[in-house]
Each structure stands twice: as C-alpha cells, then as structure tokens.
C-alpha cells in the first residue's frame, strides 16, 4: 500500500497496528478545506475563520475515527475466524485492513465483510440520534453541524463500501455467496473481480462526463478513485490464483542452493575483487569460520568507506546483521513465504536451517514457477 514511501505505525489496537501513508495527509487536507470552507459555512450563521477551520479539523479526525472502527470491526472479525491481520491502515482512498490469507470459509468472509459497514450504519444512528436530540433541546450549532456531518458521511461510507464491486465489502459478500454456492474460490473472486473491474470503469466514465460538465475535481476523484477500484480487483484476482498455484509447495522447491557466501574477516578490497566483480550479485550471506550465518552484506556496501579503506576494513564491519535479514526456512510454506516478503517490501530472502545459509529464495523464482505452472494448466481451467 506504499503509495509515497513506506507505510509507519501510529499505535495498535487489540494488538493490531495501525498505520499510515504520506497521501493520507492529501485526504486530511482535502476533506479539512472542504469541511472549514464548504460545509460548516453552510450550517452556521457567519462563522469565524478560526472556528470554521477547528470544526474542519475536528471533523475530520471524527471521520477518521469512524473509519478506523470501520476497519478495526473487519480486522477483529477476520482475526476471530483464523485470517492473520497484519495491520489497518490509512491512505488517500480511506482505509484498509491488511489480511494476510484469504478467509477459510465463504461465511467467514461474509461476515468478516458485513460488519464494517455494519458498524458504520451503526455510527451513522448514532449520530443522526445525537442530531435530532441536538436540535430538539437547542444544543450549541457547531455541535449540532458536526453530528449532522458525521452521520451523513458514516451512511454514505456504508453505501460506497456495500456496492458489490470487489474488493469493496459488497463484493466481498457477493463472493462469499458465490463461493458458498460453487465451492470454488477461484471461479467465484474471477466473477467478483470482473465486477469490480466494471464499476471501476463505470466511474472512469462517470469522472470523464463530470469533468466535462466543469466539475473538475469531483469528477478527476472519481476517475482516480474509478482506476484504484479496477486495478485492485484485477491484483485481487491475481493473489487468489497465485495462492492457489502455490497451494502446498515449500520454499525448498524454489529456492537458489549455490549461495556465494563471504567470510566474516575478508577486507572489503578482496570483498569487491572477488566477490562484487566476480559473481555480480545484489547480497551476500556472510558467515563465521564455522559457516555459521552472521549477517548479509550489500554488493553496494563499499561505497560507505572510503578507497584508501577498503584494505583495512573487514567484511564484517559493513554487514548488516541477522536482526535486519530477511530470513526464512527451507521447510516454509511457499505461500507463507511469498506472504511474508510482501509483508517486509523485500525482493528476497535468506533461506536459513541449523544456522547456516542454505540458499536464497527471490520473487522472481516464484513468478518464474508460476508462469511455467499456469501456462501448462488445461484452458479455461478455474479450479
């Protein structure tokens, strides 16, 4: 989900992390001018700019809170029926939970997928309670217009995320109903997919008239918004079928066994000579005099130093050490593993068994057995 560089952690919740994108900022921004100059202008009597741009902030972080219950009800959910949840996090289009697996069964997703925006209706009464109270006993106007804004935009989170458009959570329930009816995920997120991916261009479409009709901004959200929508169906698919392909497979199978490793105690000028020339590789596993693995070192590590260094400097001085390896069995599930990069933006790791480094297992060996696997299945093959 790294739209501009790396995803941090805020804080967790029931031990799940909460984390954000730097184009979550844009939407904060977004919706805290649209909110200061459009909609509490409107529901109060001349406003103070101070006041306008306090609510407008208020009122955002009252979305986001919102949002966050959202996506902490499908990651409690998800968690309680067996799906791992690496985290939920904020980004320009709201949020979303990071499920490692697909869900076990078709009625773990369909009420790992109703009760988010279960949760938002339920928000929305709420506030539309507290709005009516409000206006009835005279509360003060800004308190009144925040809980008219809140209740709105929680029905209105509900409707976008029931349309049944994958990976949105009514296309998650139209999949779970499909799947609970076919027994056949693959066929089911195939059909769900293709439904999202129209939706997507429907909104292209509908982003394209509006933009015409002089409504630049809405409707170059909606053909953003239109293409997110379309390409995230389309890699949900993908995922399913590269998880069913690698279905039962260890890493064993995949993974690279002539490792080139590099003794702790060889200087960085022999490092480079016969090691970075020779071999050309991006990392090296570096080892003790037992073979044991200590660390990796970059092909590009040297440049850290000096020339006039390299002859003095050992190895084990520019390595980085296990903590920050990415390191994995040979015994690994495949699909464990591919998750588990993903997880960590990594292109690679070190496959480790009784502390020595027996081989390297990359994404592009994945994708090159998928490729070969997928090409050899029978056409038109959904199982």
Known sequence: MAFFGKDRTLFKVFGIPVNVN???LFLVALVMFTLAEGWFPQHLEEPSVGLRW???FVGTMGLFACLLIHELAHSLVARRTGMPVAGITLFIFGGVSQLQ?????????????IVGPASSIFLGIGFLILWFLGSAVGWDPAIVALAH???IINFVLAAFNLMPAFPLDGGR???SVLWALTNNLRAATNVAANIGAFFGIALIVLGVIMTLQVDVLGGLWFIIIGFFLRQAAMSSLQM???RQQLQGETVRRFMTT????VPRDLTVQDFVNEFVFHHRFSYYPVVDEEGRLLGMVSSRAPRELDREEWADKLVDELMKGLDQCVTIHPDMDAVDALSFLRQRDENRAVVVEHDRAVGMLS???LLRFLAIKIDLEPRGSMN
């Open 22 to 24: 730097l184009s979550w």
């Open 54 to 56: 306090l609510l407008g």
């Open 101 to 113: 697996d697909e869900p076990p069964t078709a009625p773990a997703e369909f009420f790992m997928a």
């Open 149 to 151: 804004y809140l209740w």
């Open 173 to 175: 329930v139209v999949r």
């Open 240 to 242: 399913v079928v590269i």
């Open 258 to 261: 002539d490792v080139v490793v």
């Open 363 to 365: 994404l592009r060996d």
